[in-house]
């Protein structure tokens, strides 16, 4: 499939549905409550660029921070979402709609943070992978932190795990677990047009992009094939799982356990 095919299918489920990716983060979830605790944790400076921030999250959570805050999304359903989440909680977020790979036609300057935390989701041409994080690159600030997170190779597997394991025997992408066999990343339709990365792809892919690794990291931790079942108990055991989790998200060994992972990284 080409990519500017690709492209259109993740821009249509998007816009078809910017809700559902609001509330996928609605409440009390892993994924959300751990990345938030790293983001201010590592973050600098006061400015943020939210490439492929979809309807906003992350961008509203950091604006409530007290950070200037730029959203960028492929989809207008996203941003139009993300303008009318802005509005109701009275902040000030810029918005643009645009295609992560090419920034050009923005008149964005420099930032002293660079999330992208959703454009590698999708793209699957490594060349795109690489045009996306060199347009992230060249608007982080000389000392700025870039911030990107993956789909995990093991997601699938988690996914029926945790929500349907009886349907695993309808998997049509049977060859997601050949690649994972081989130690490799996948593309190819689940949700939309998506790529499962292995981890052991993620140091050197930025390595010789020109970063340096702070650190990386599973943003569920080591919940994500108990997800529904962990996230609907009383508060007091969600929270004694988020801190096992924090303590051991950074750990490689159990990467796996994690849908999701983030790398943060500076220039060199």
Partial sequence: MNTKKEIEIVKK????????????????????????KFLLNHLKGK???DIGGGPGRYSIFLAKQGYEVTLIDLSSGNINLAKQKINENNLNIKTYEADA??????????????????????????????????????HLAKNGKIFVSFINITAGLNYYLDECPEKIIYEQALDLFDRMKEN?????????????????????????????????????GITGTRLEFIQNLDENIR??????????????????????????GKLK
């Fill in 101 to 138: 790979r090419d920034l050009s036609k923005l008149n964005l300057g420099k930032f002293d943070n660079v999330l992208v935390m959703g454009p590698l989701y999708h793209l699957s041409k490594f060349d795109d992978r690489i045009k996306c994080i060199n347009e992230a690159k060249k």
């Fill in 13 to 36: 489920n998007y816009n078809n549905n910017p809700q559902l990716e609001w509330d996928r983060l609605e409440g009390f979830t892993y994924e959300f409550e751990i990345t938030k």
């Fill in 47 to 49: 400015t943020v660029l």
């Fill in 184 to 220: 490799k990343s996948w593309s190819g339709m689940a949700f939309t047009q998506t790529t499962f990365t292995h981890p052991k792809e993620i140091e050197p892919f930025f390595d010789k992009l020109g970063f340096e690794k702070i650190t990386l990291f599973g943003q569920e």
């Fill in 239 to 264: 929270k004694f799982y988020l801190n096992i989790s924090l303590k051991l998200c950074e750990n490689p060994y159990y990467y796996s356990y994690s849908n999701h992972l983030m790398y943060i």
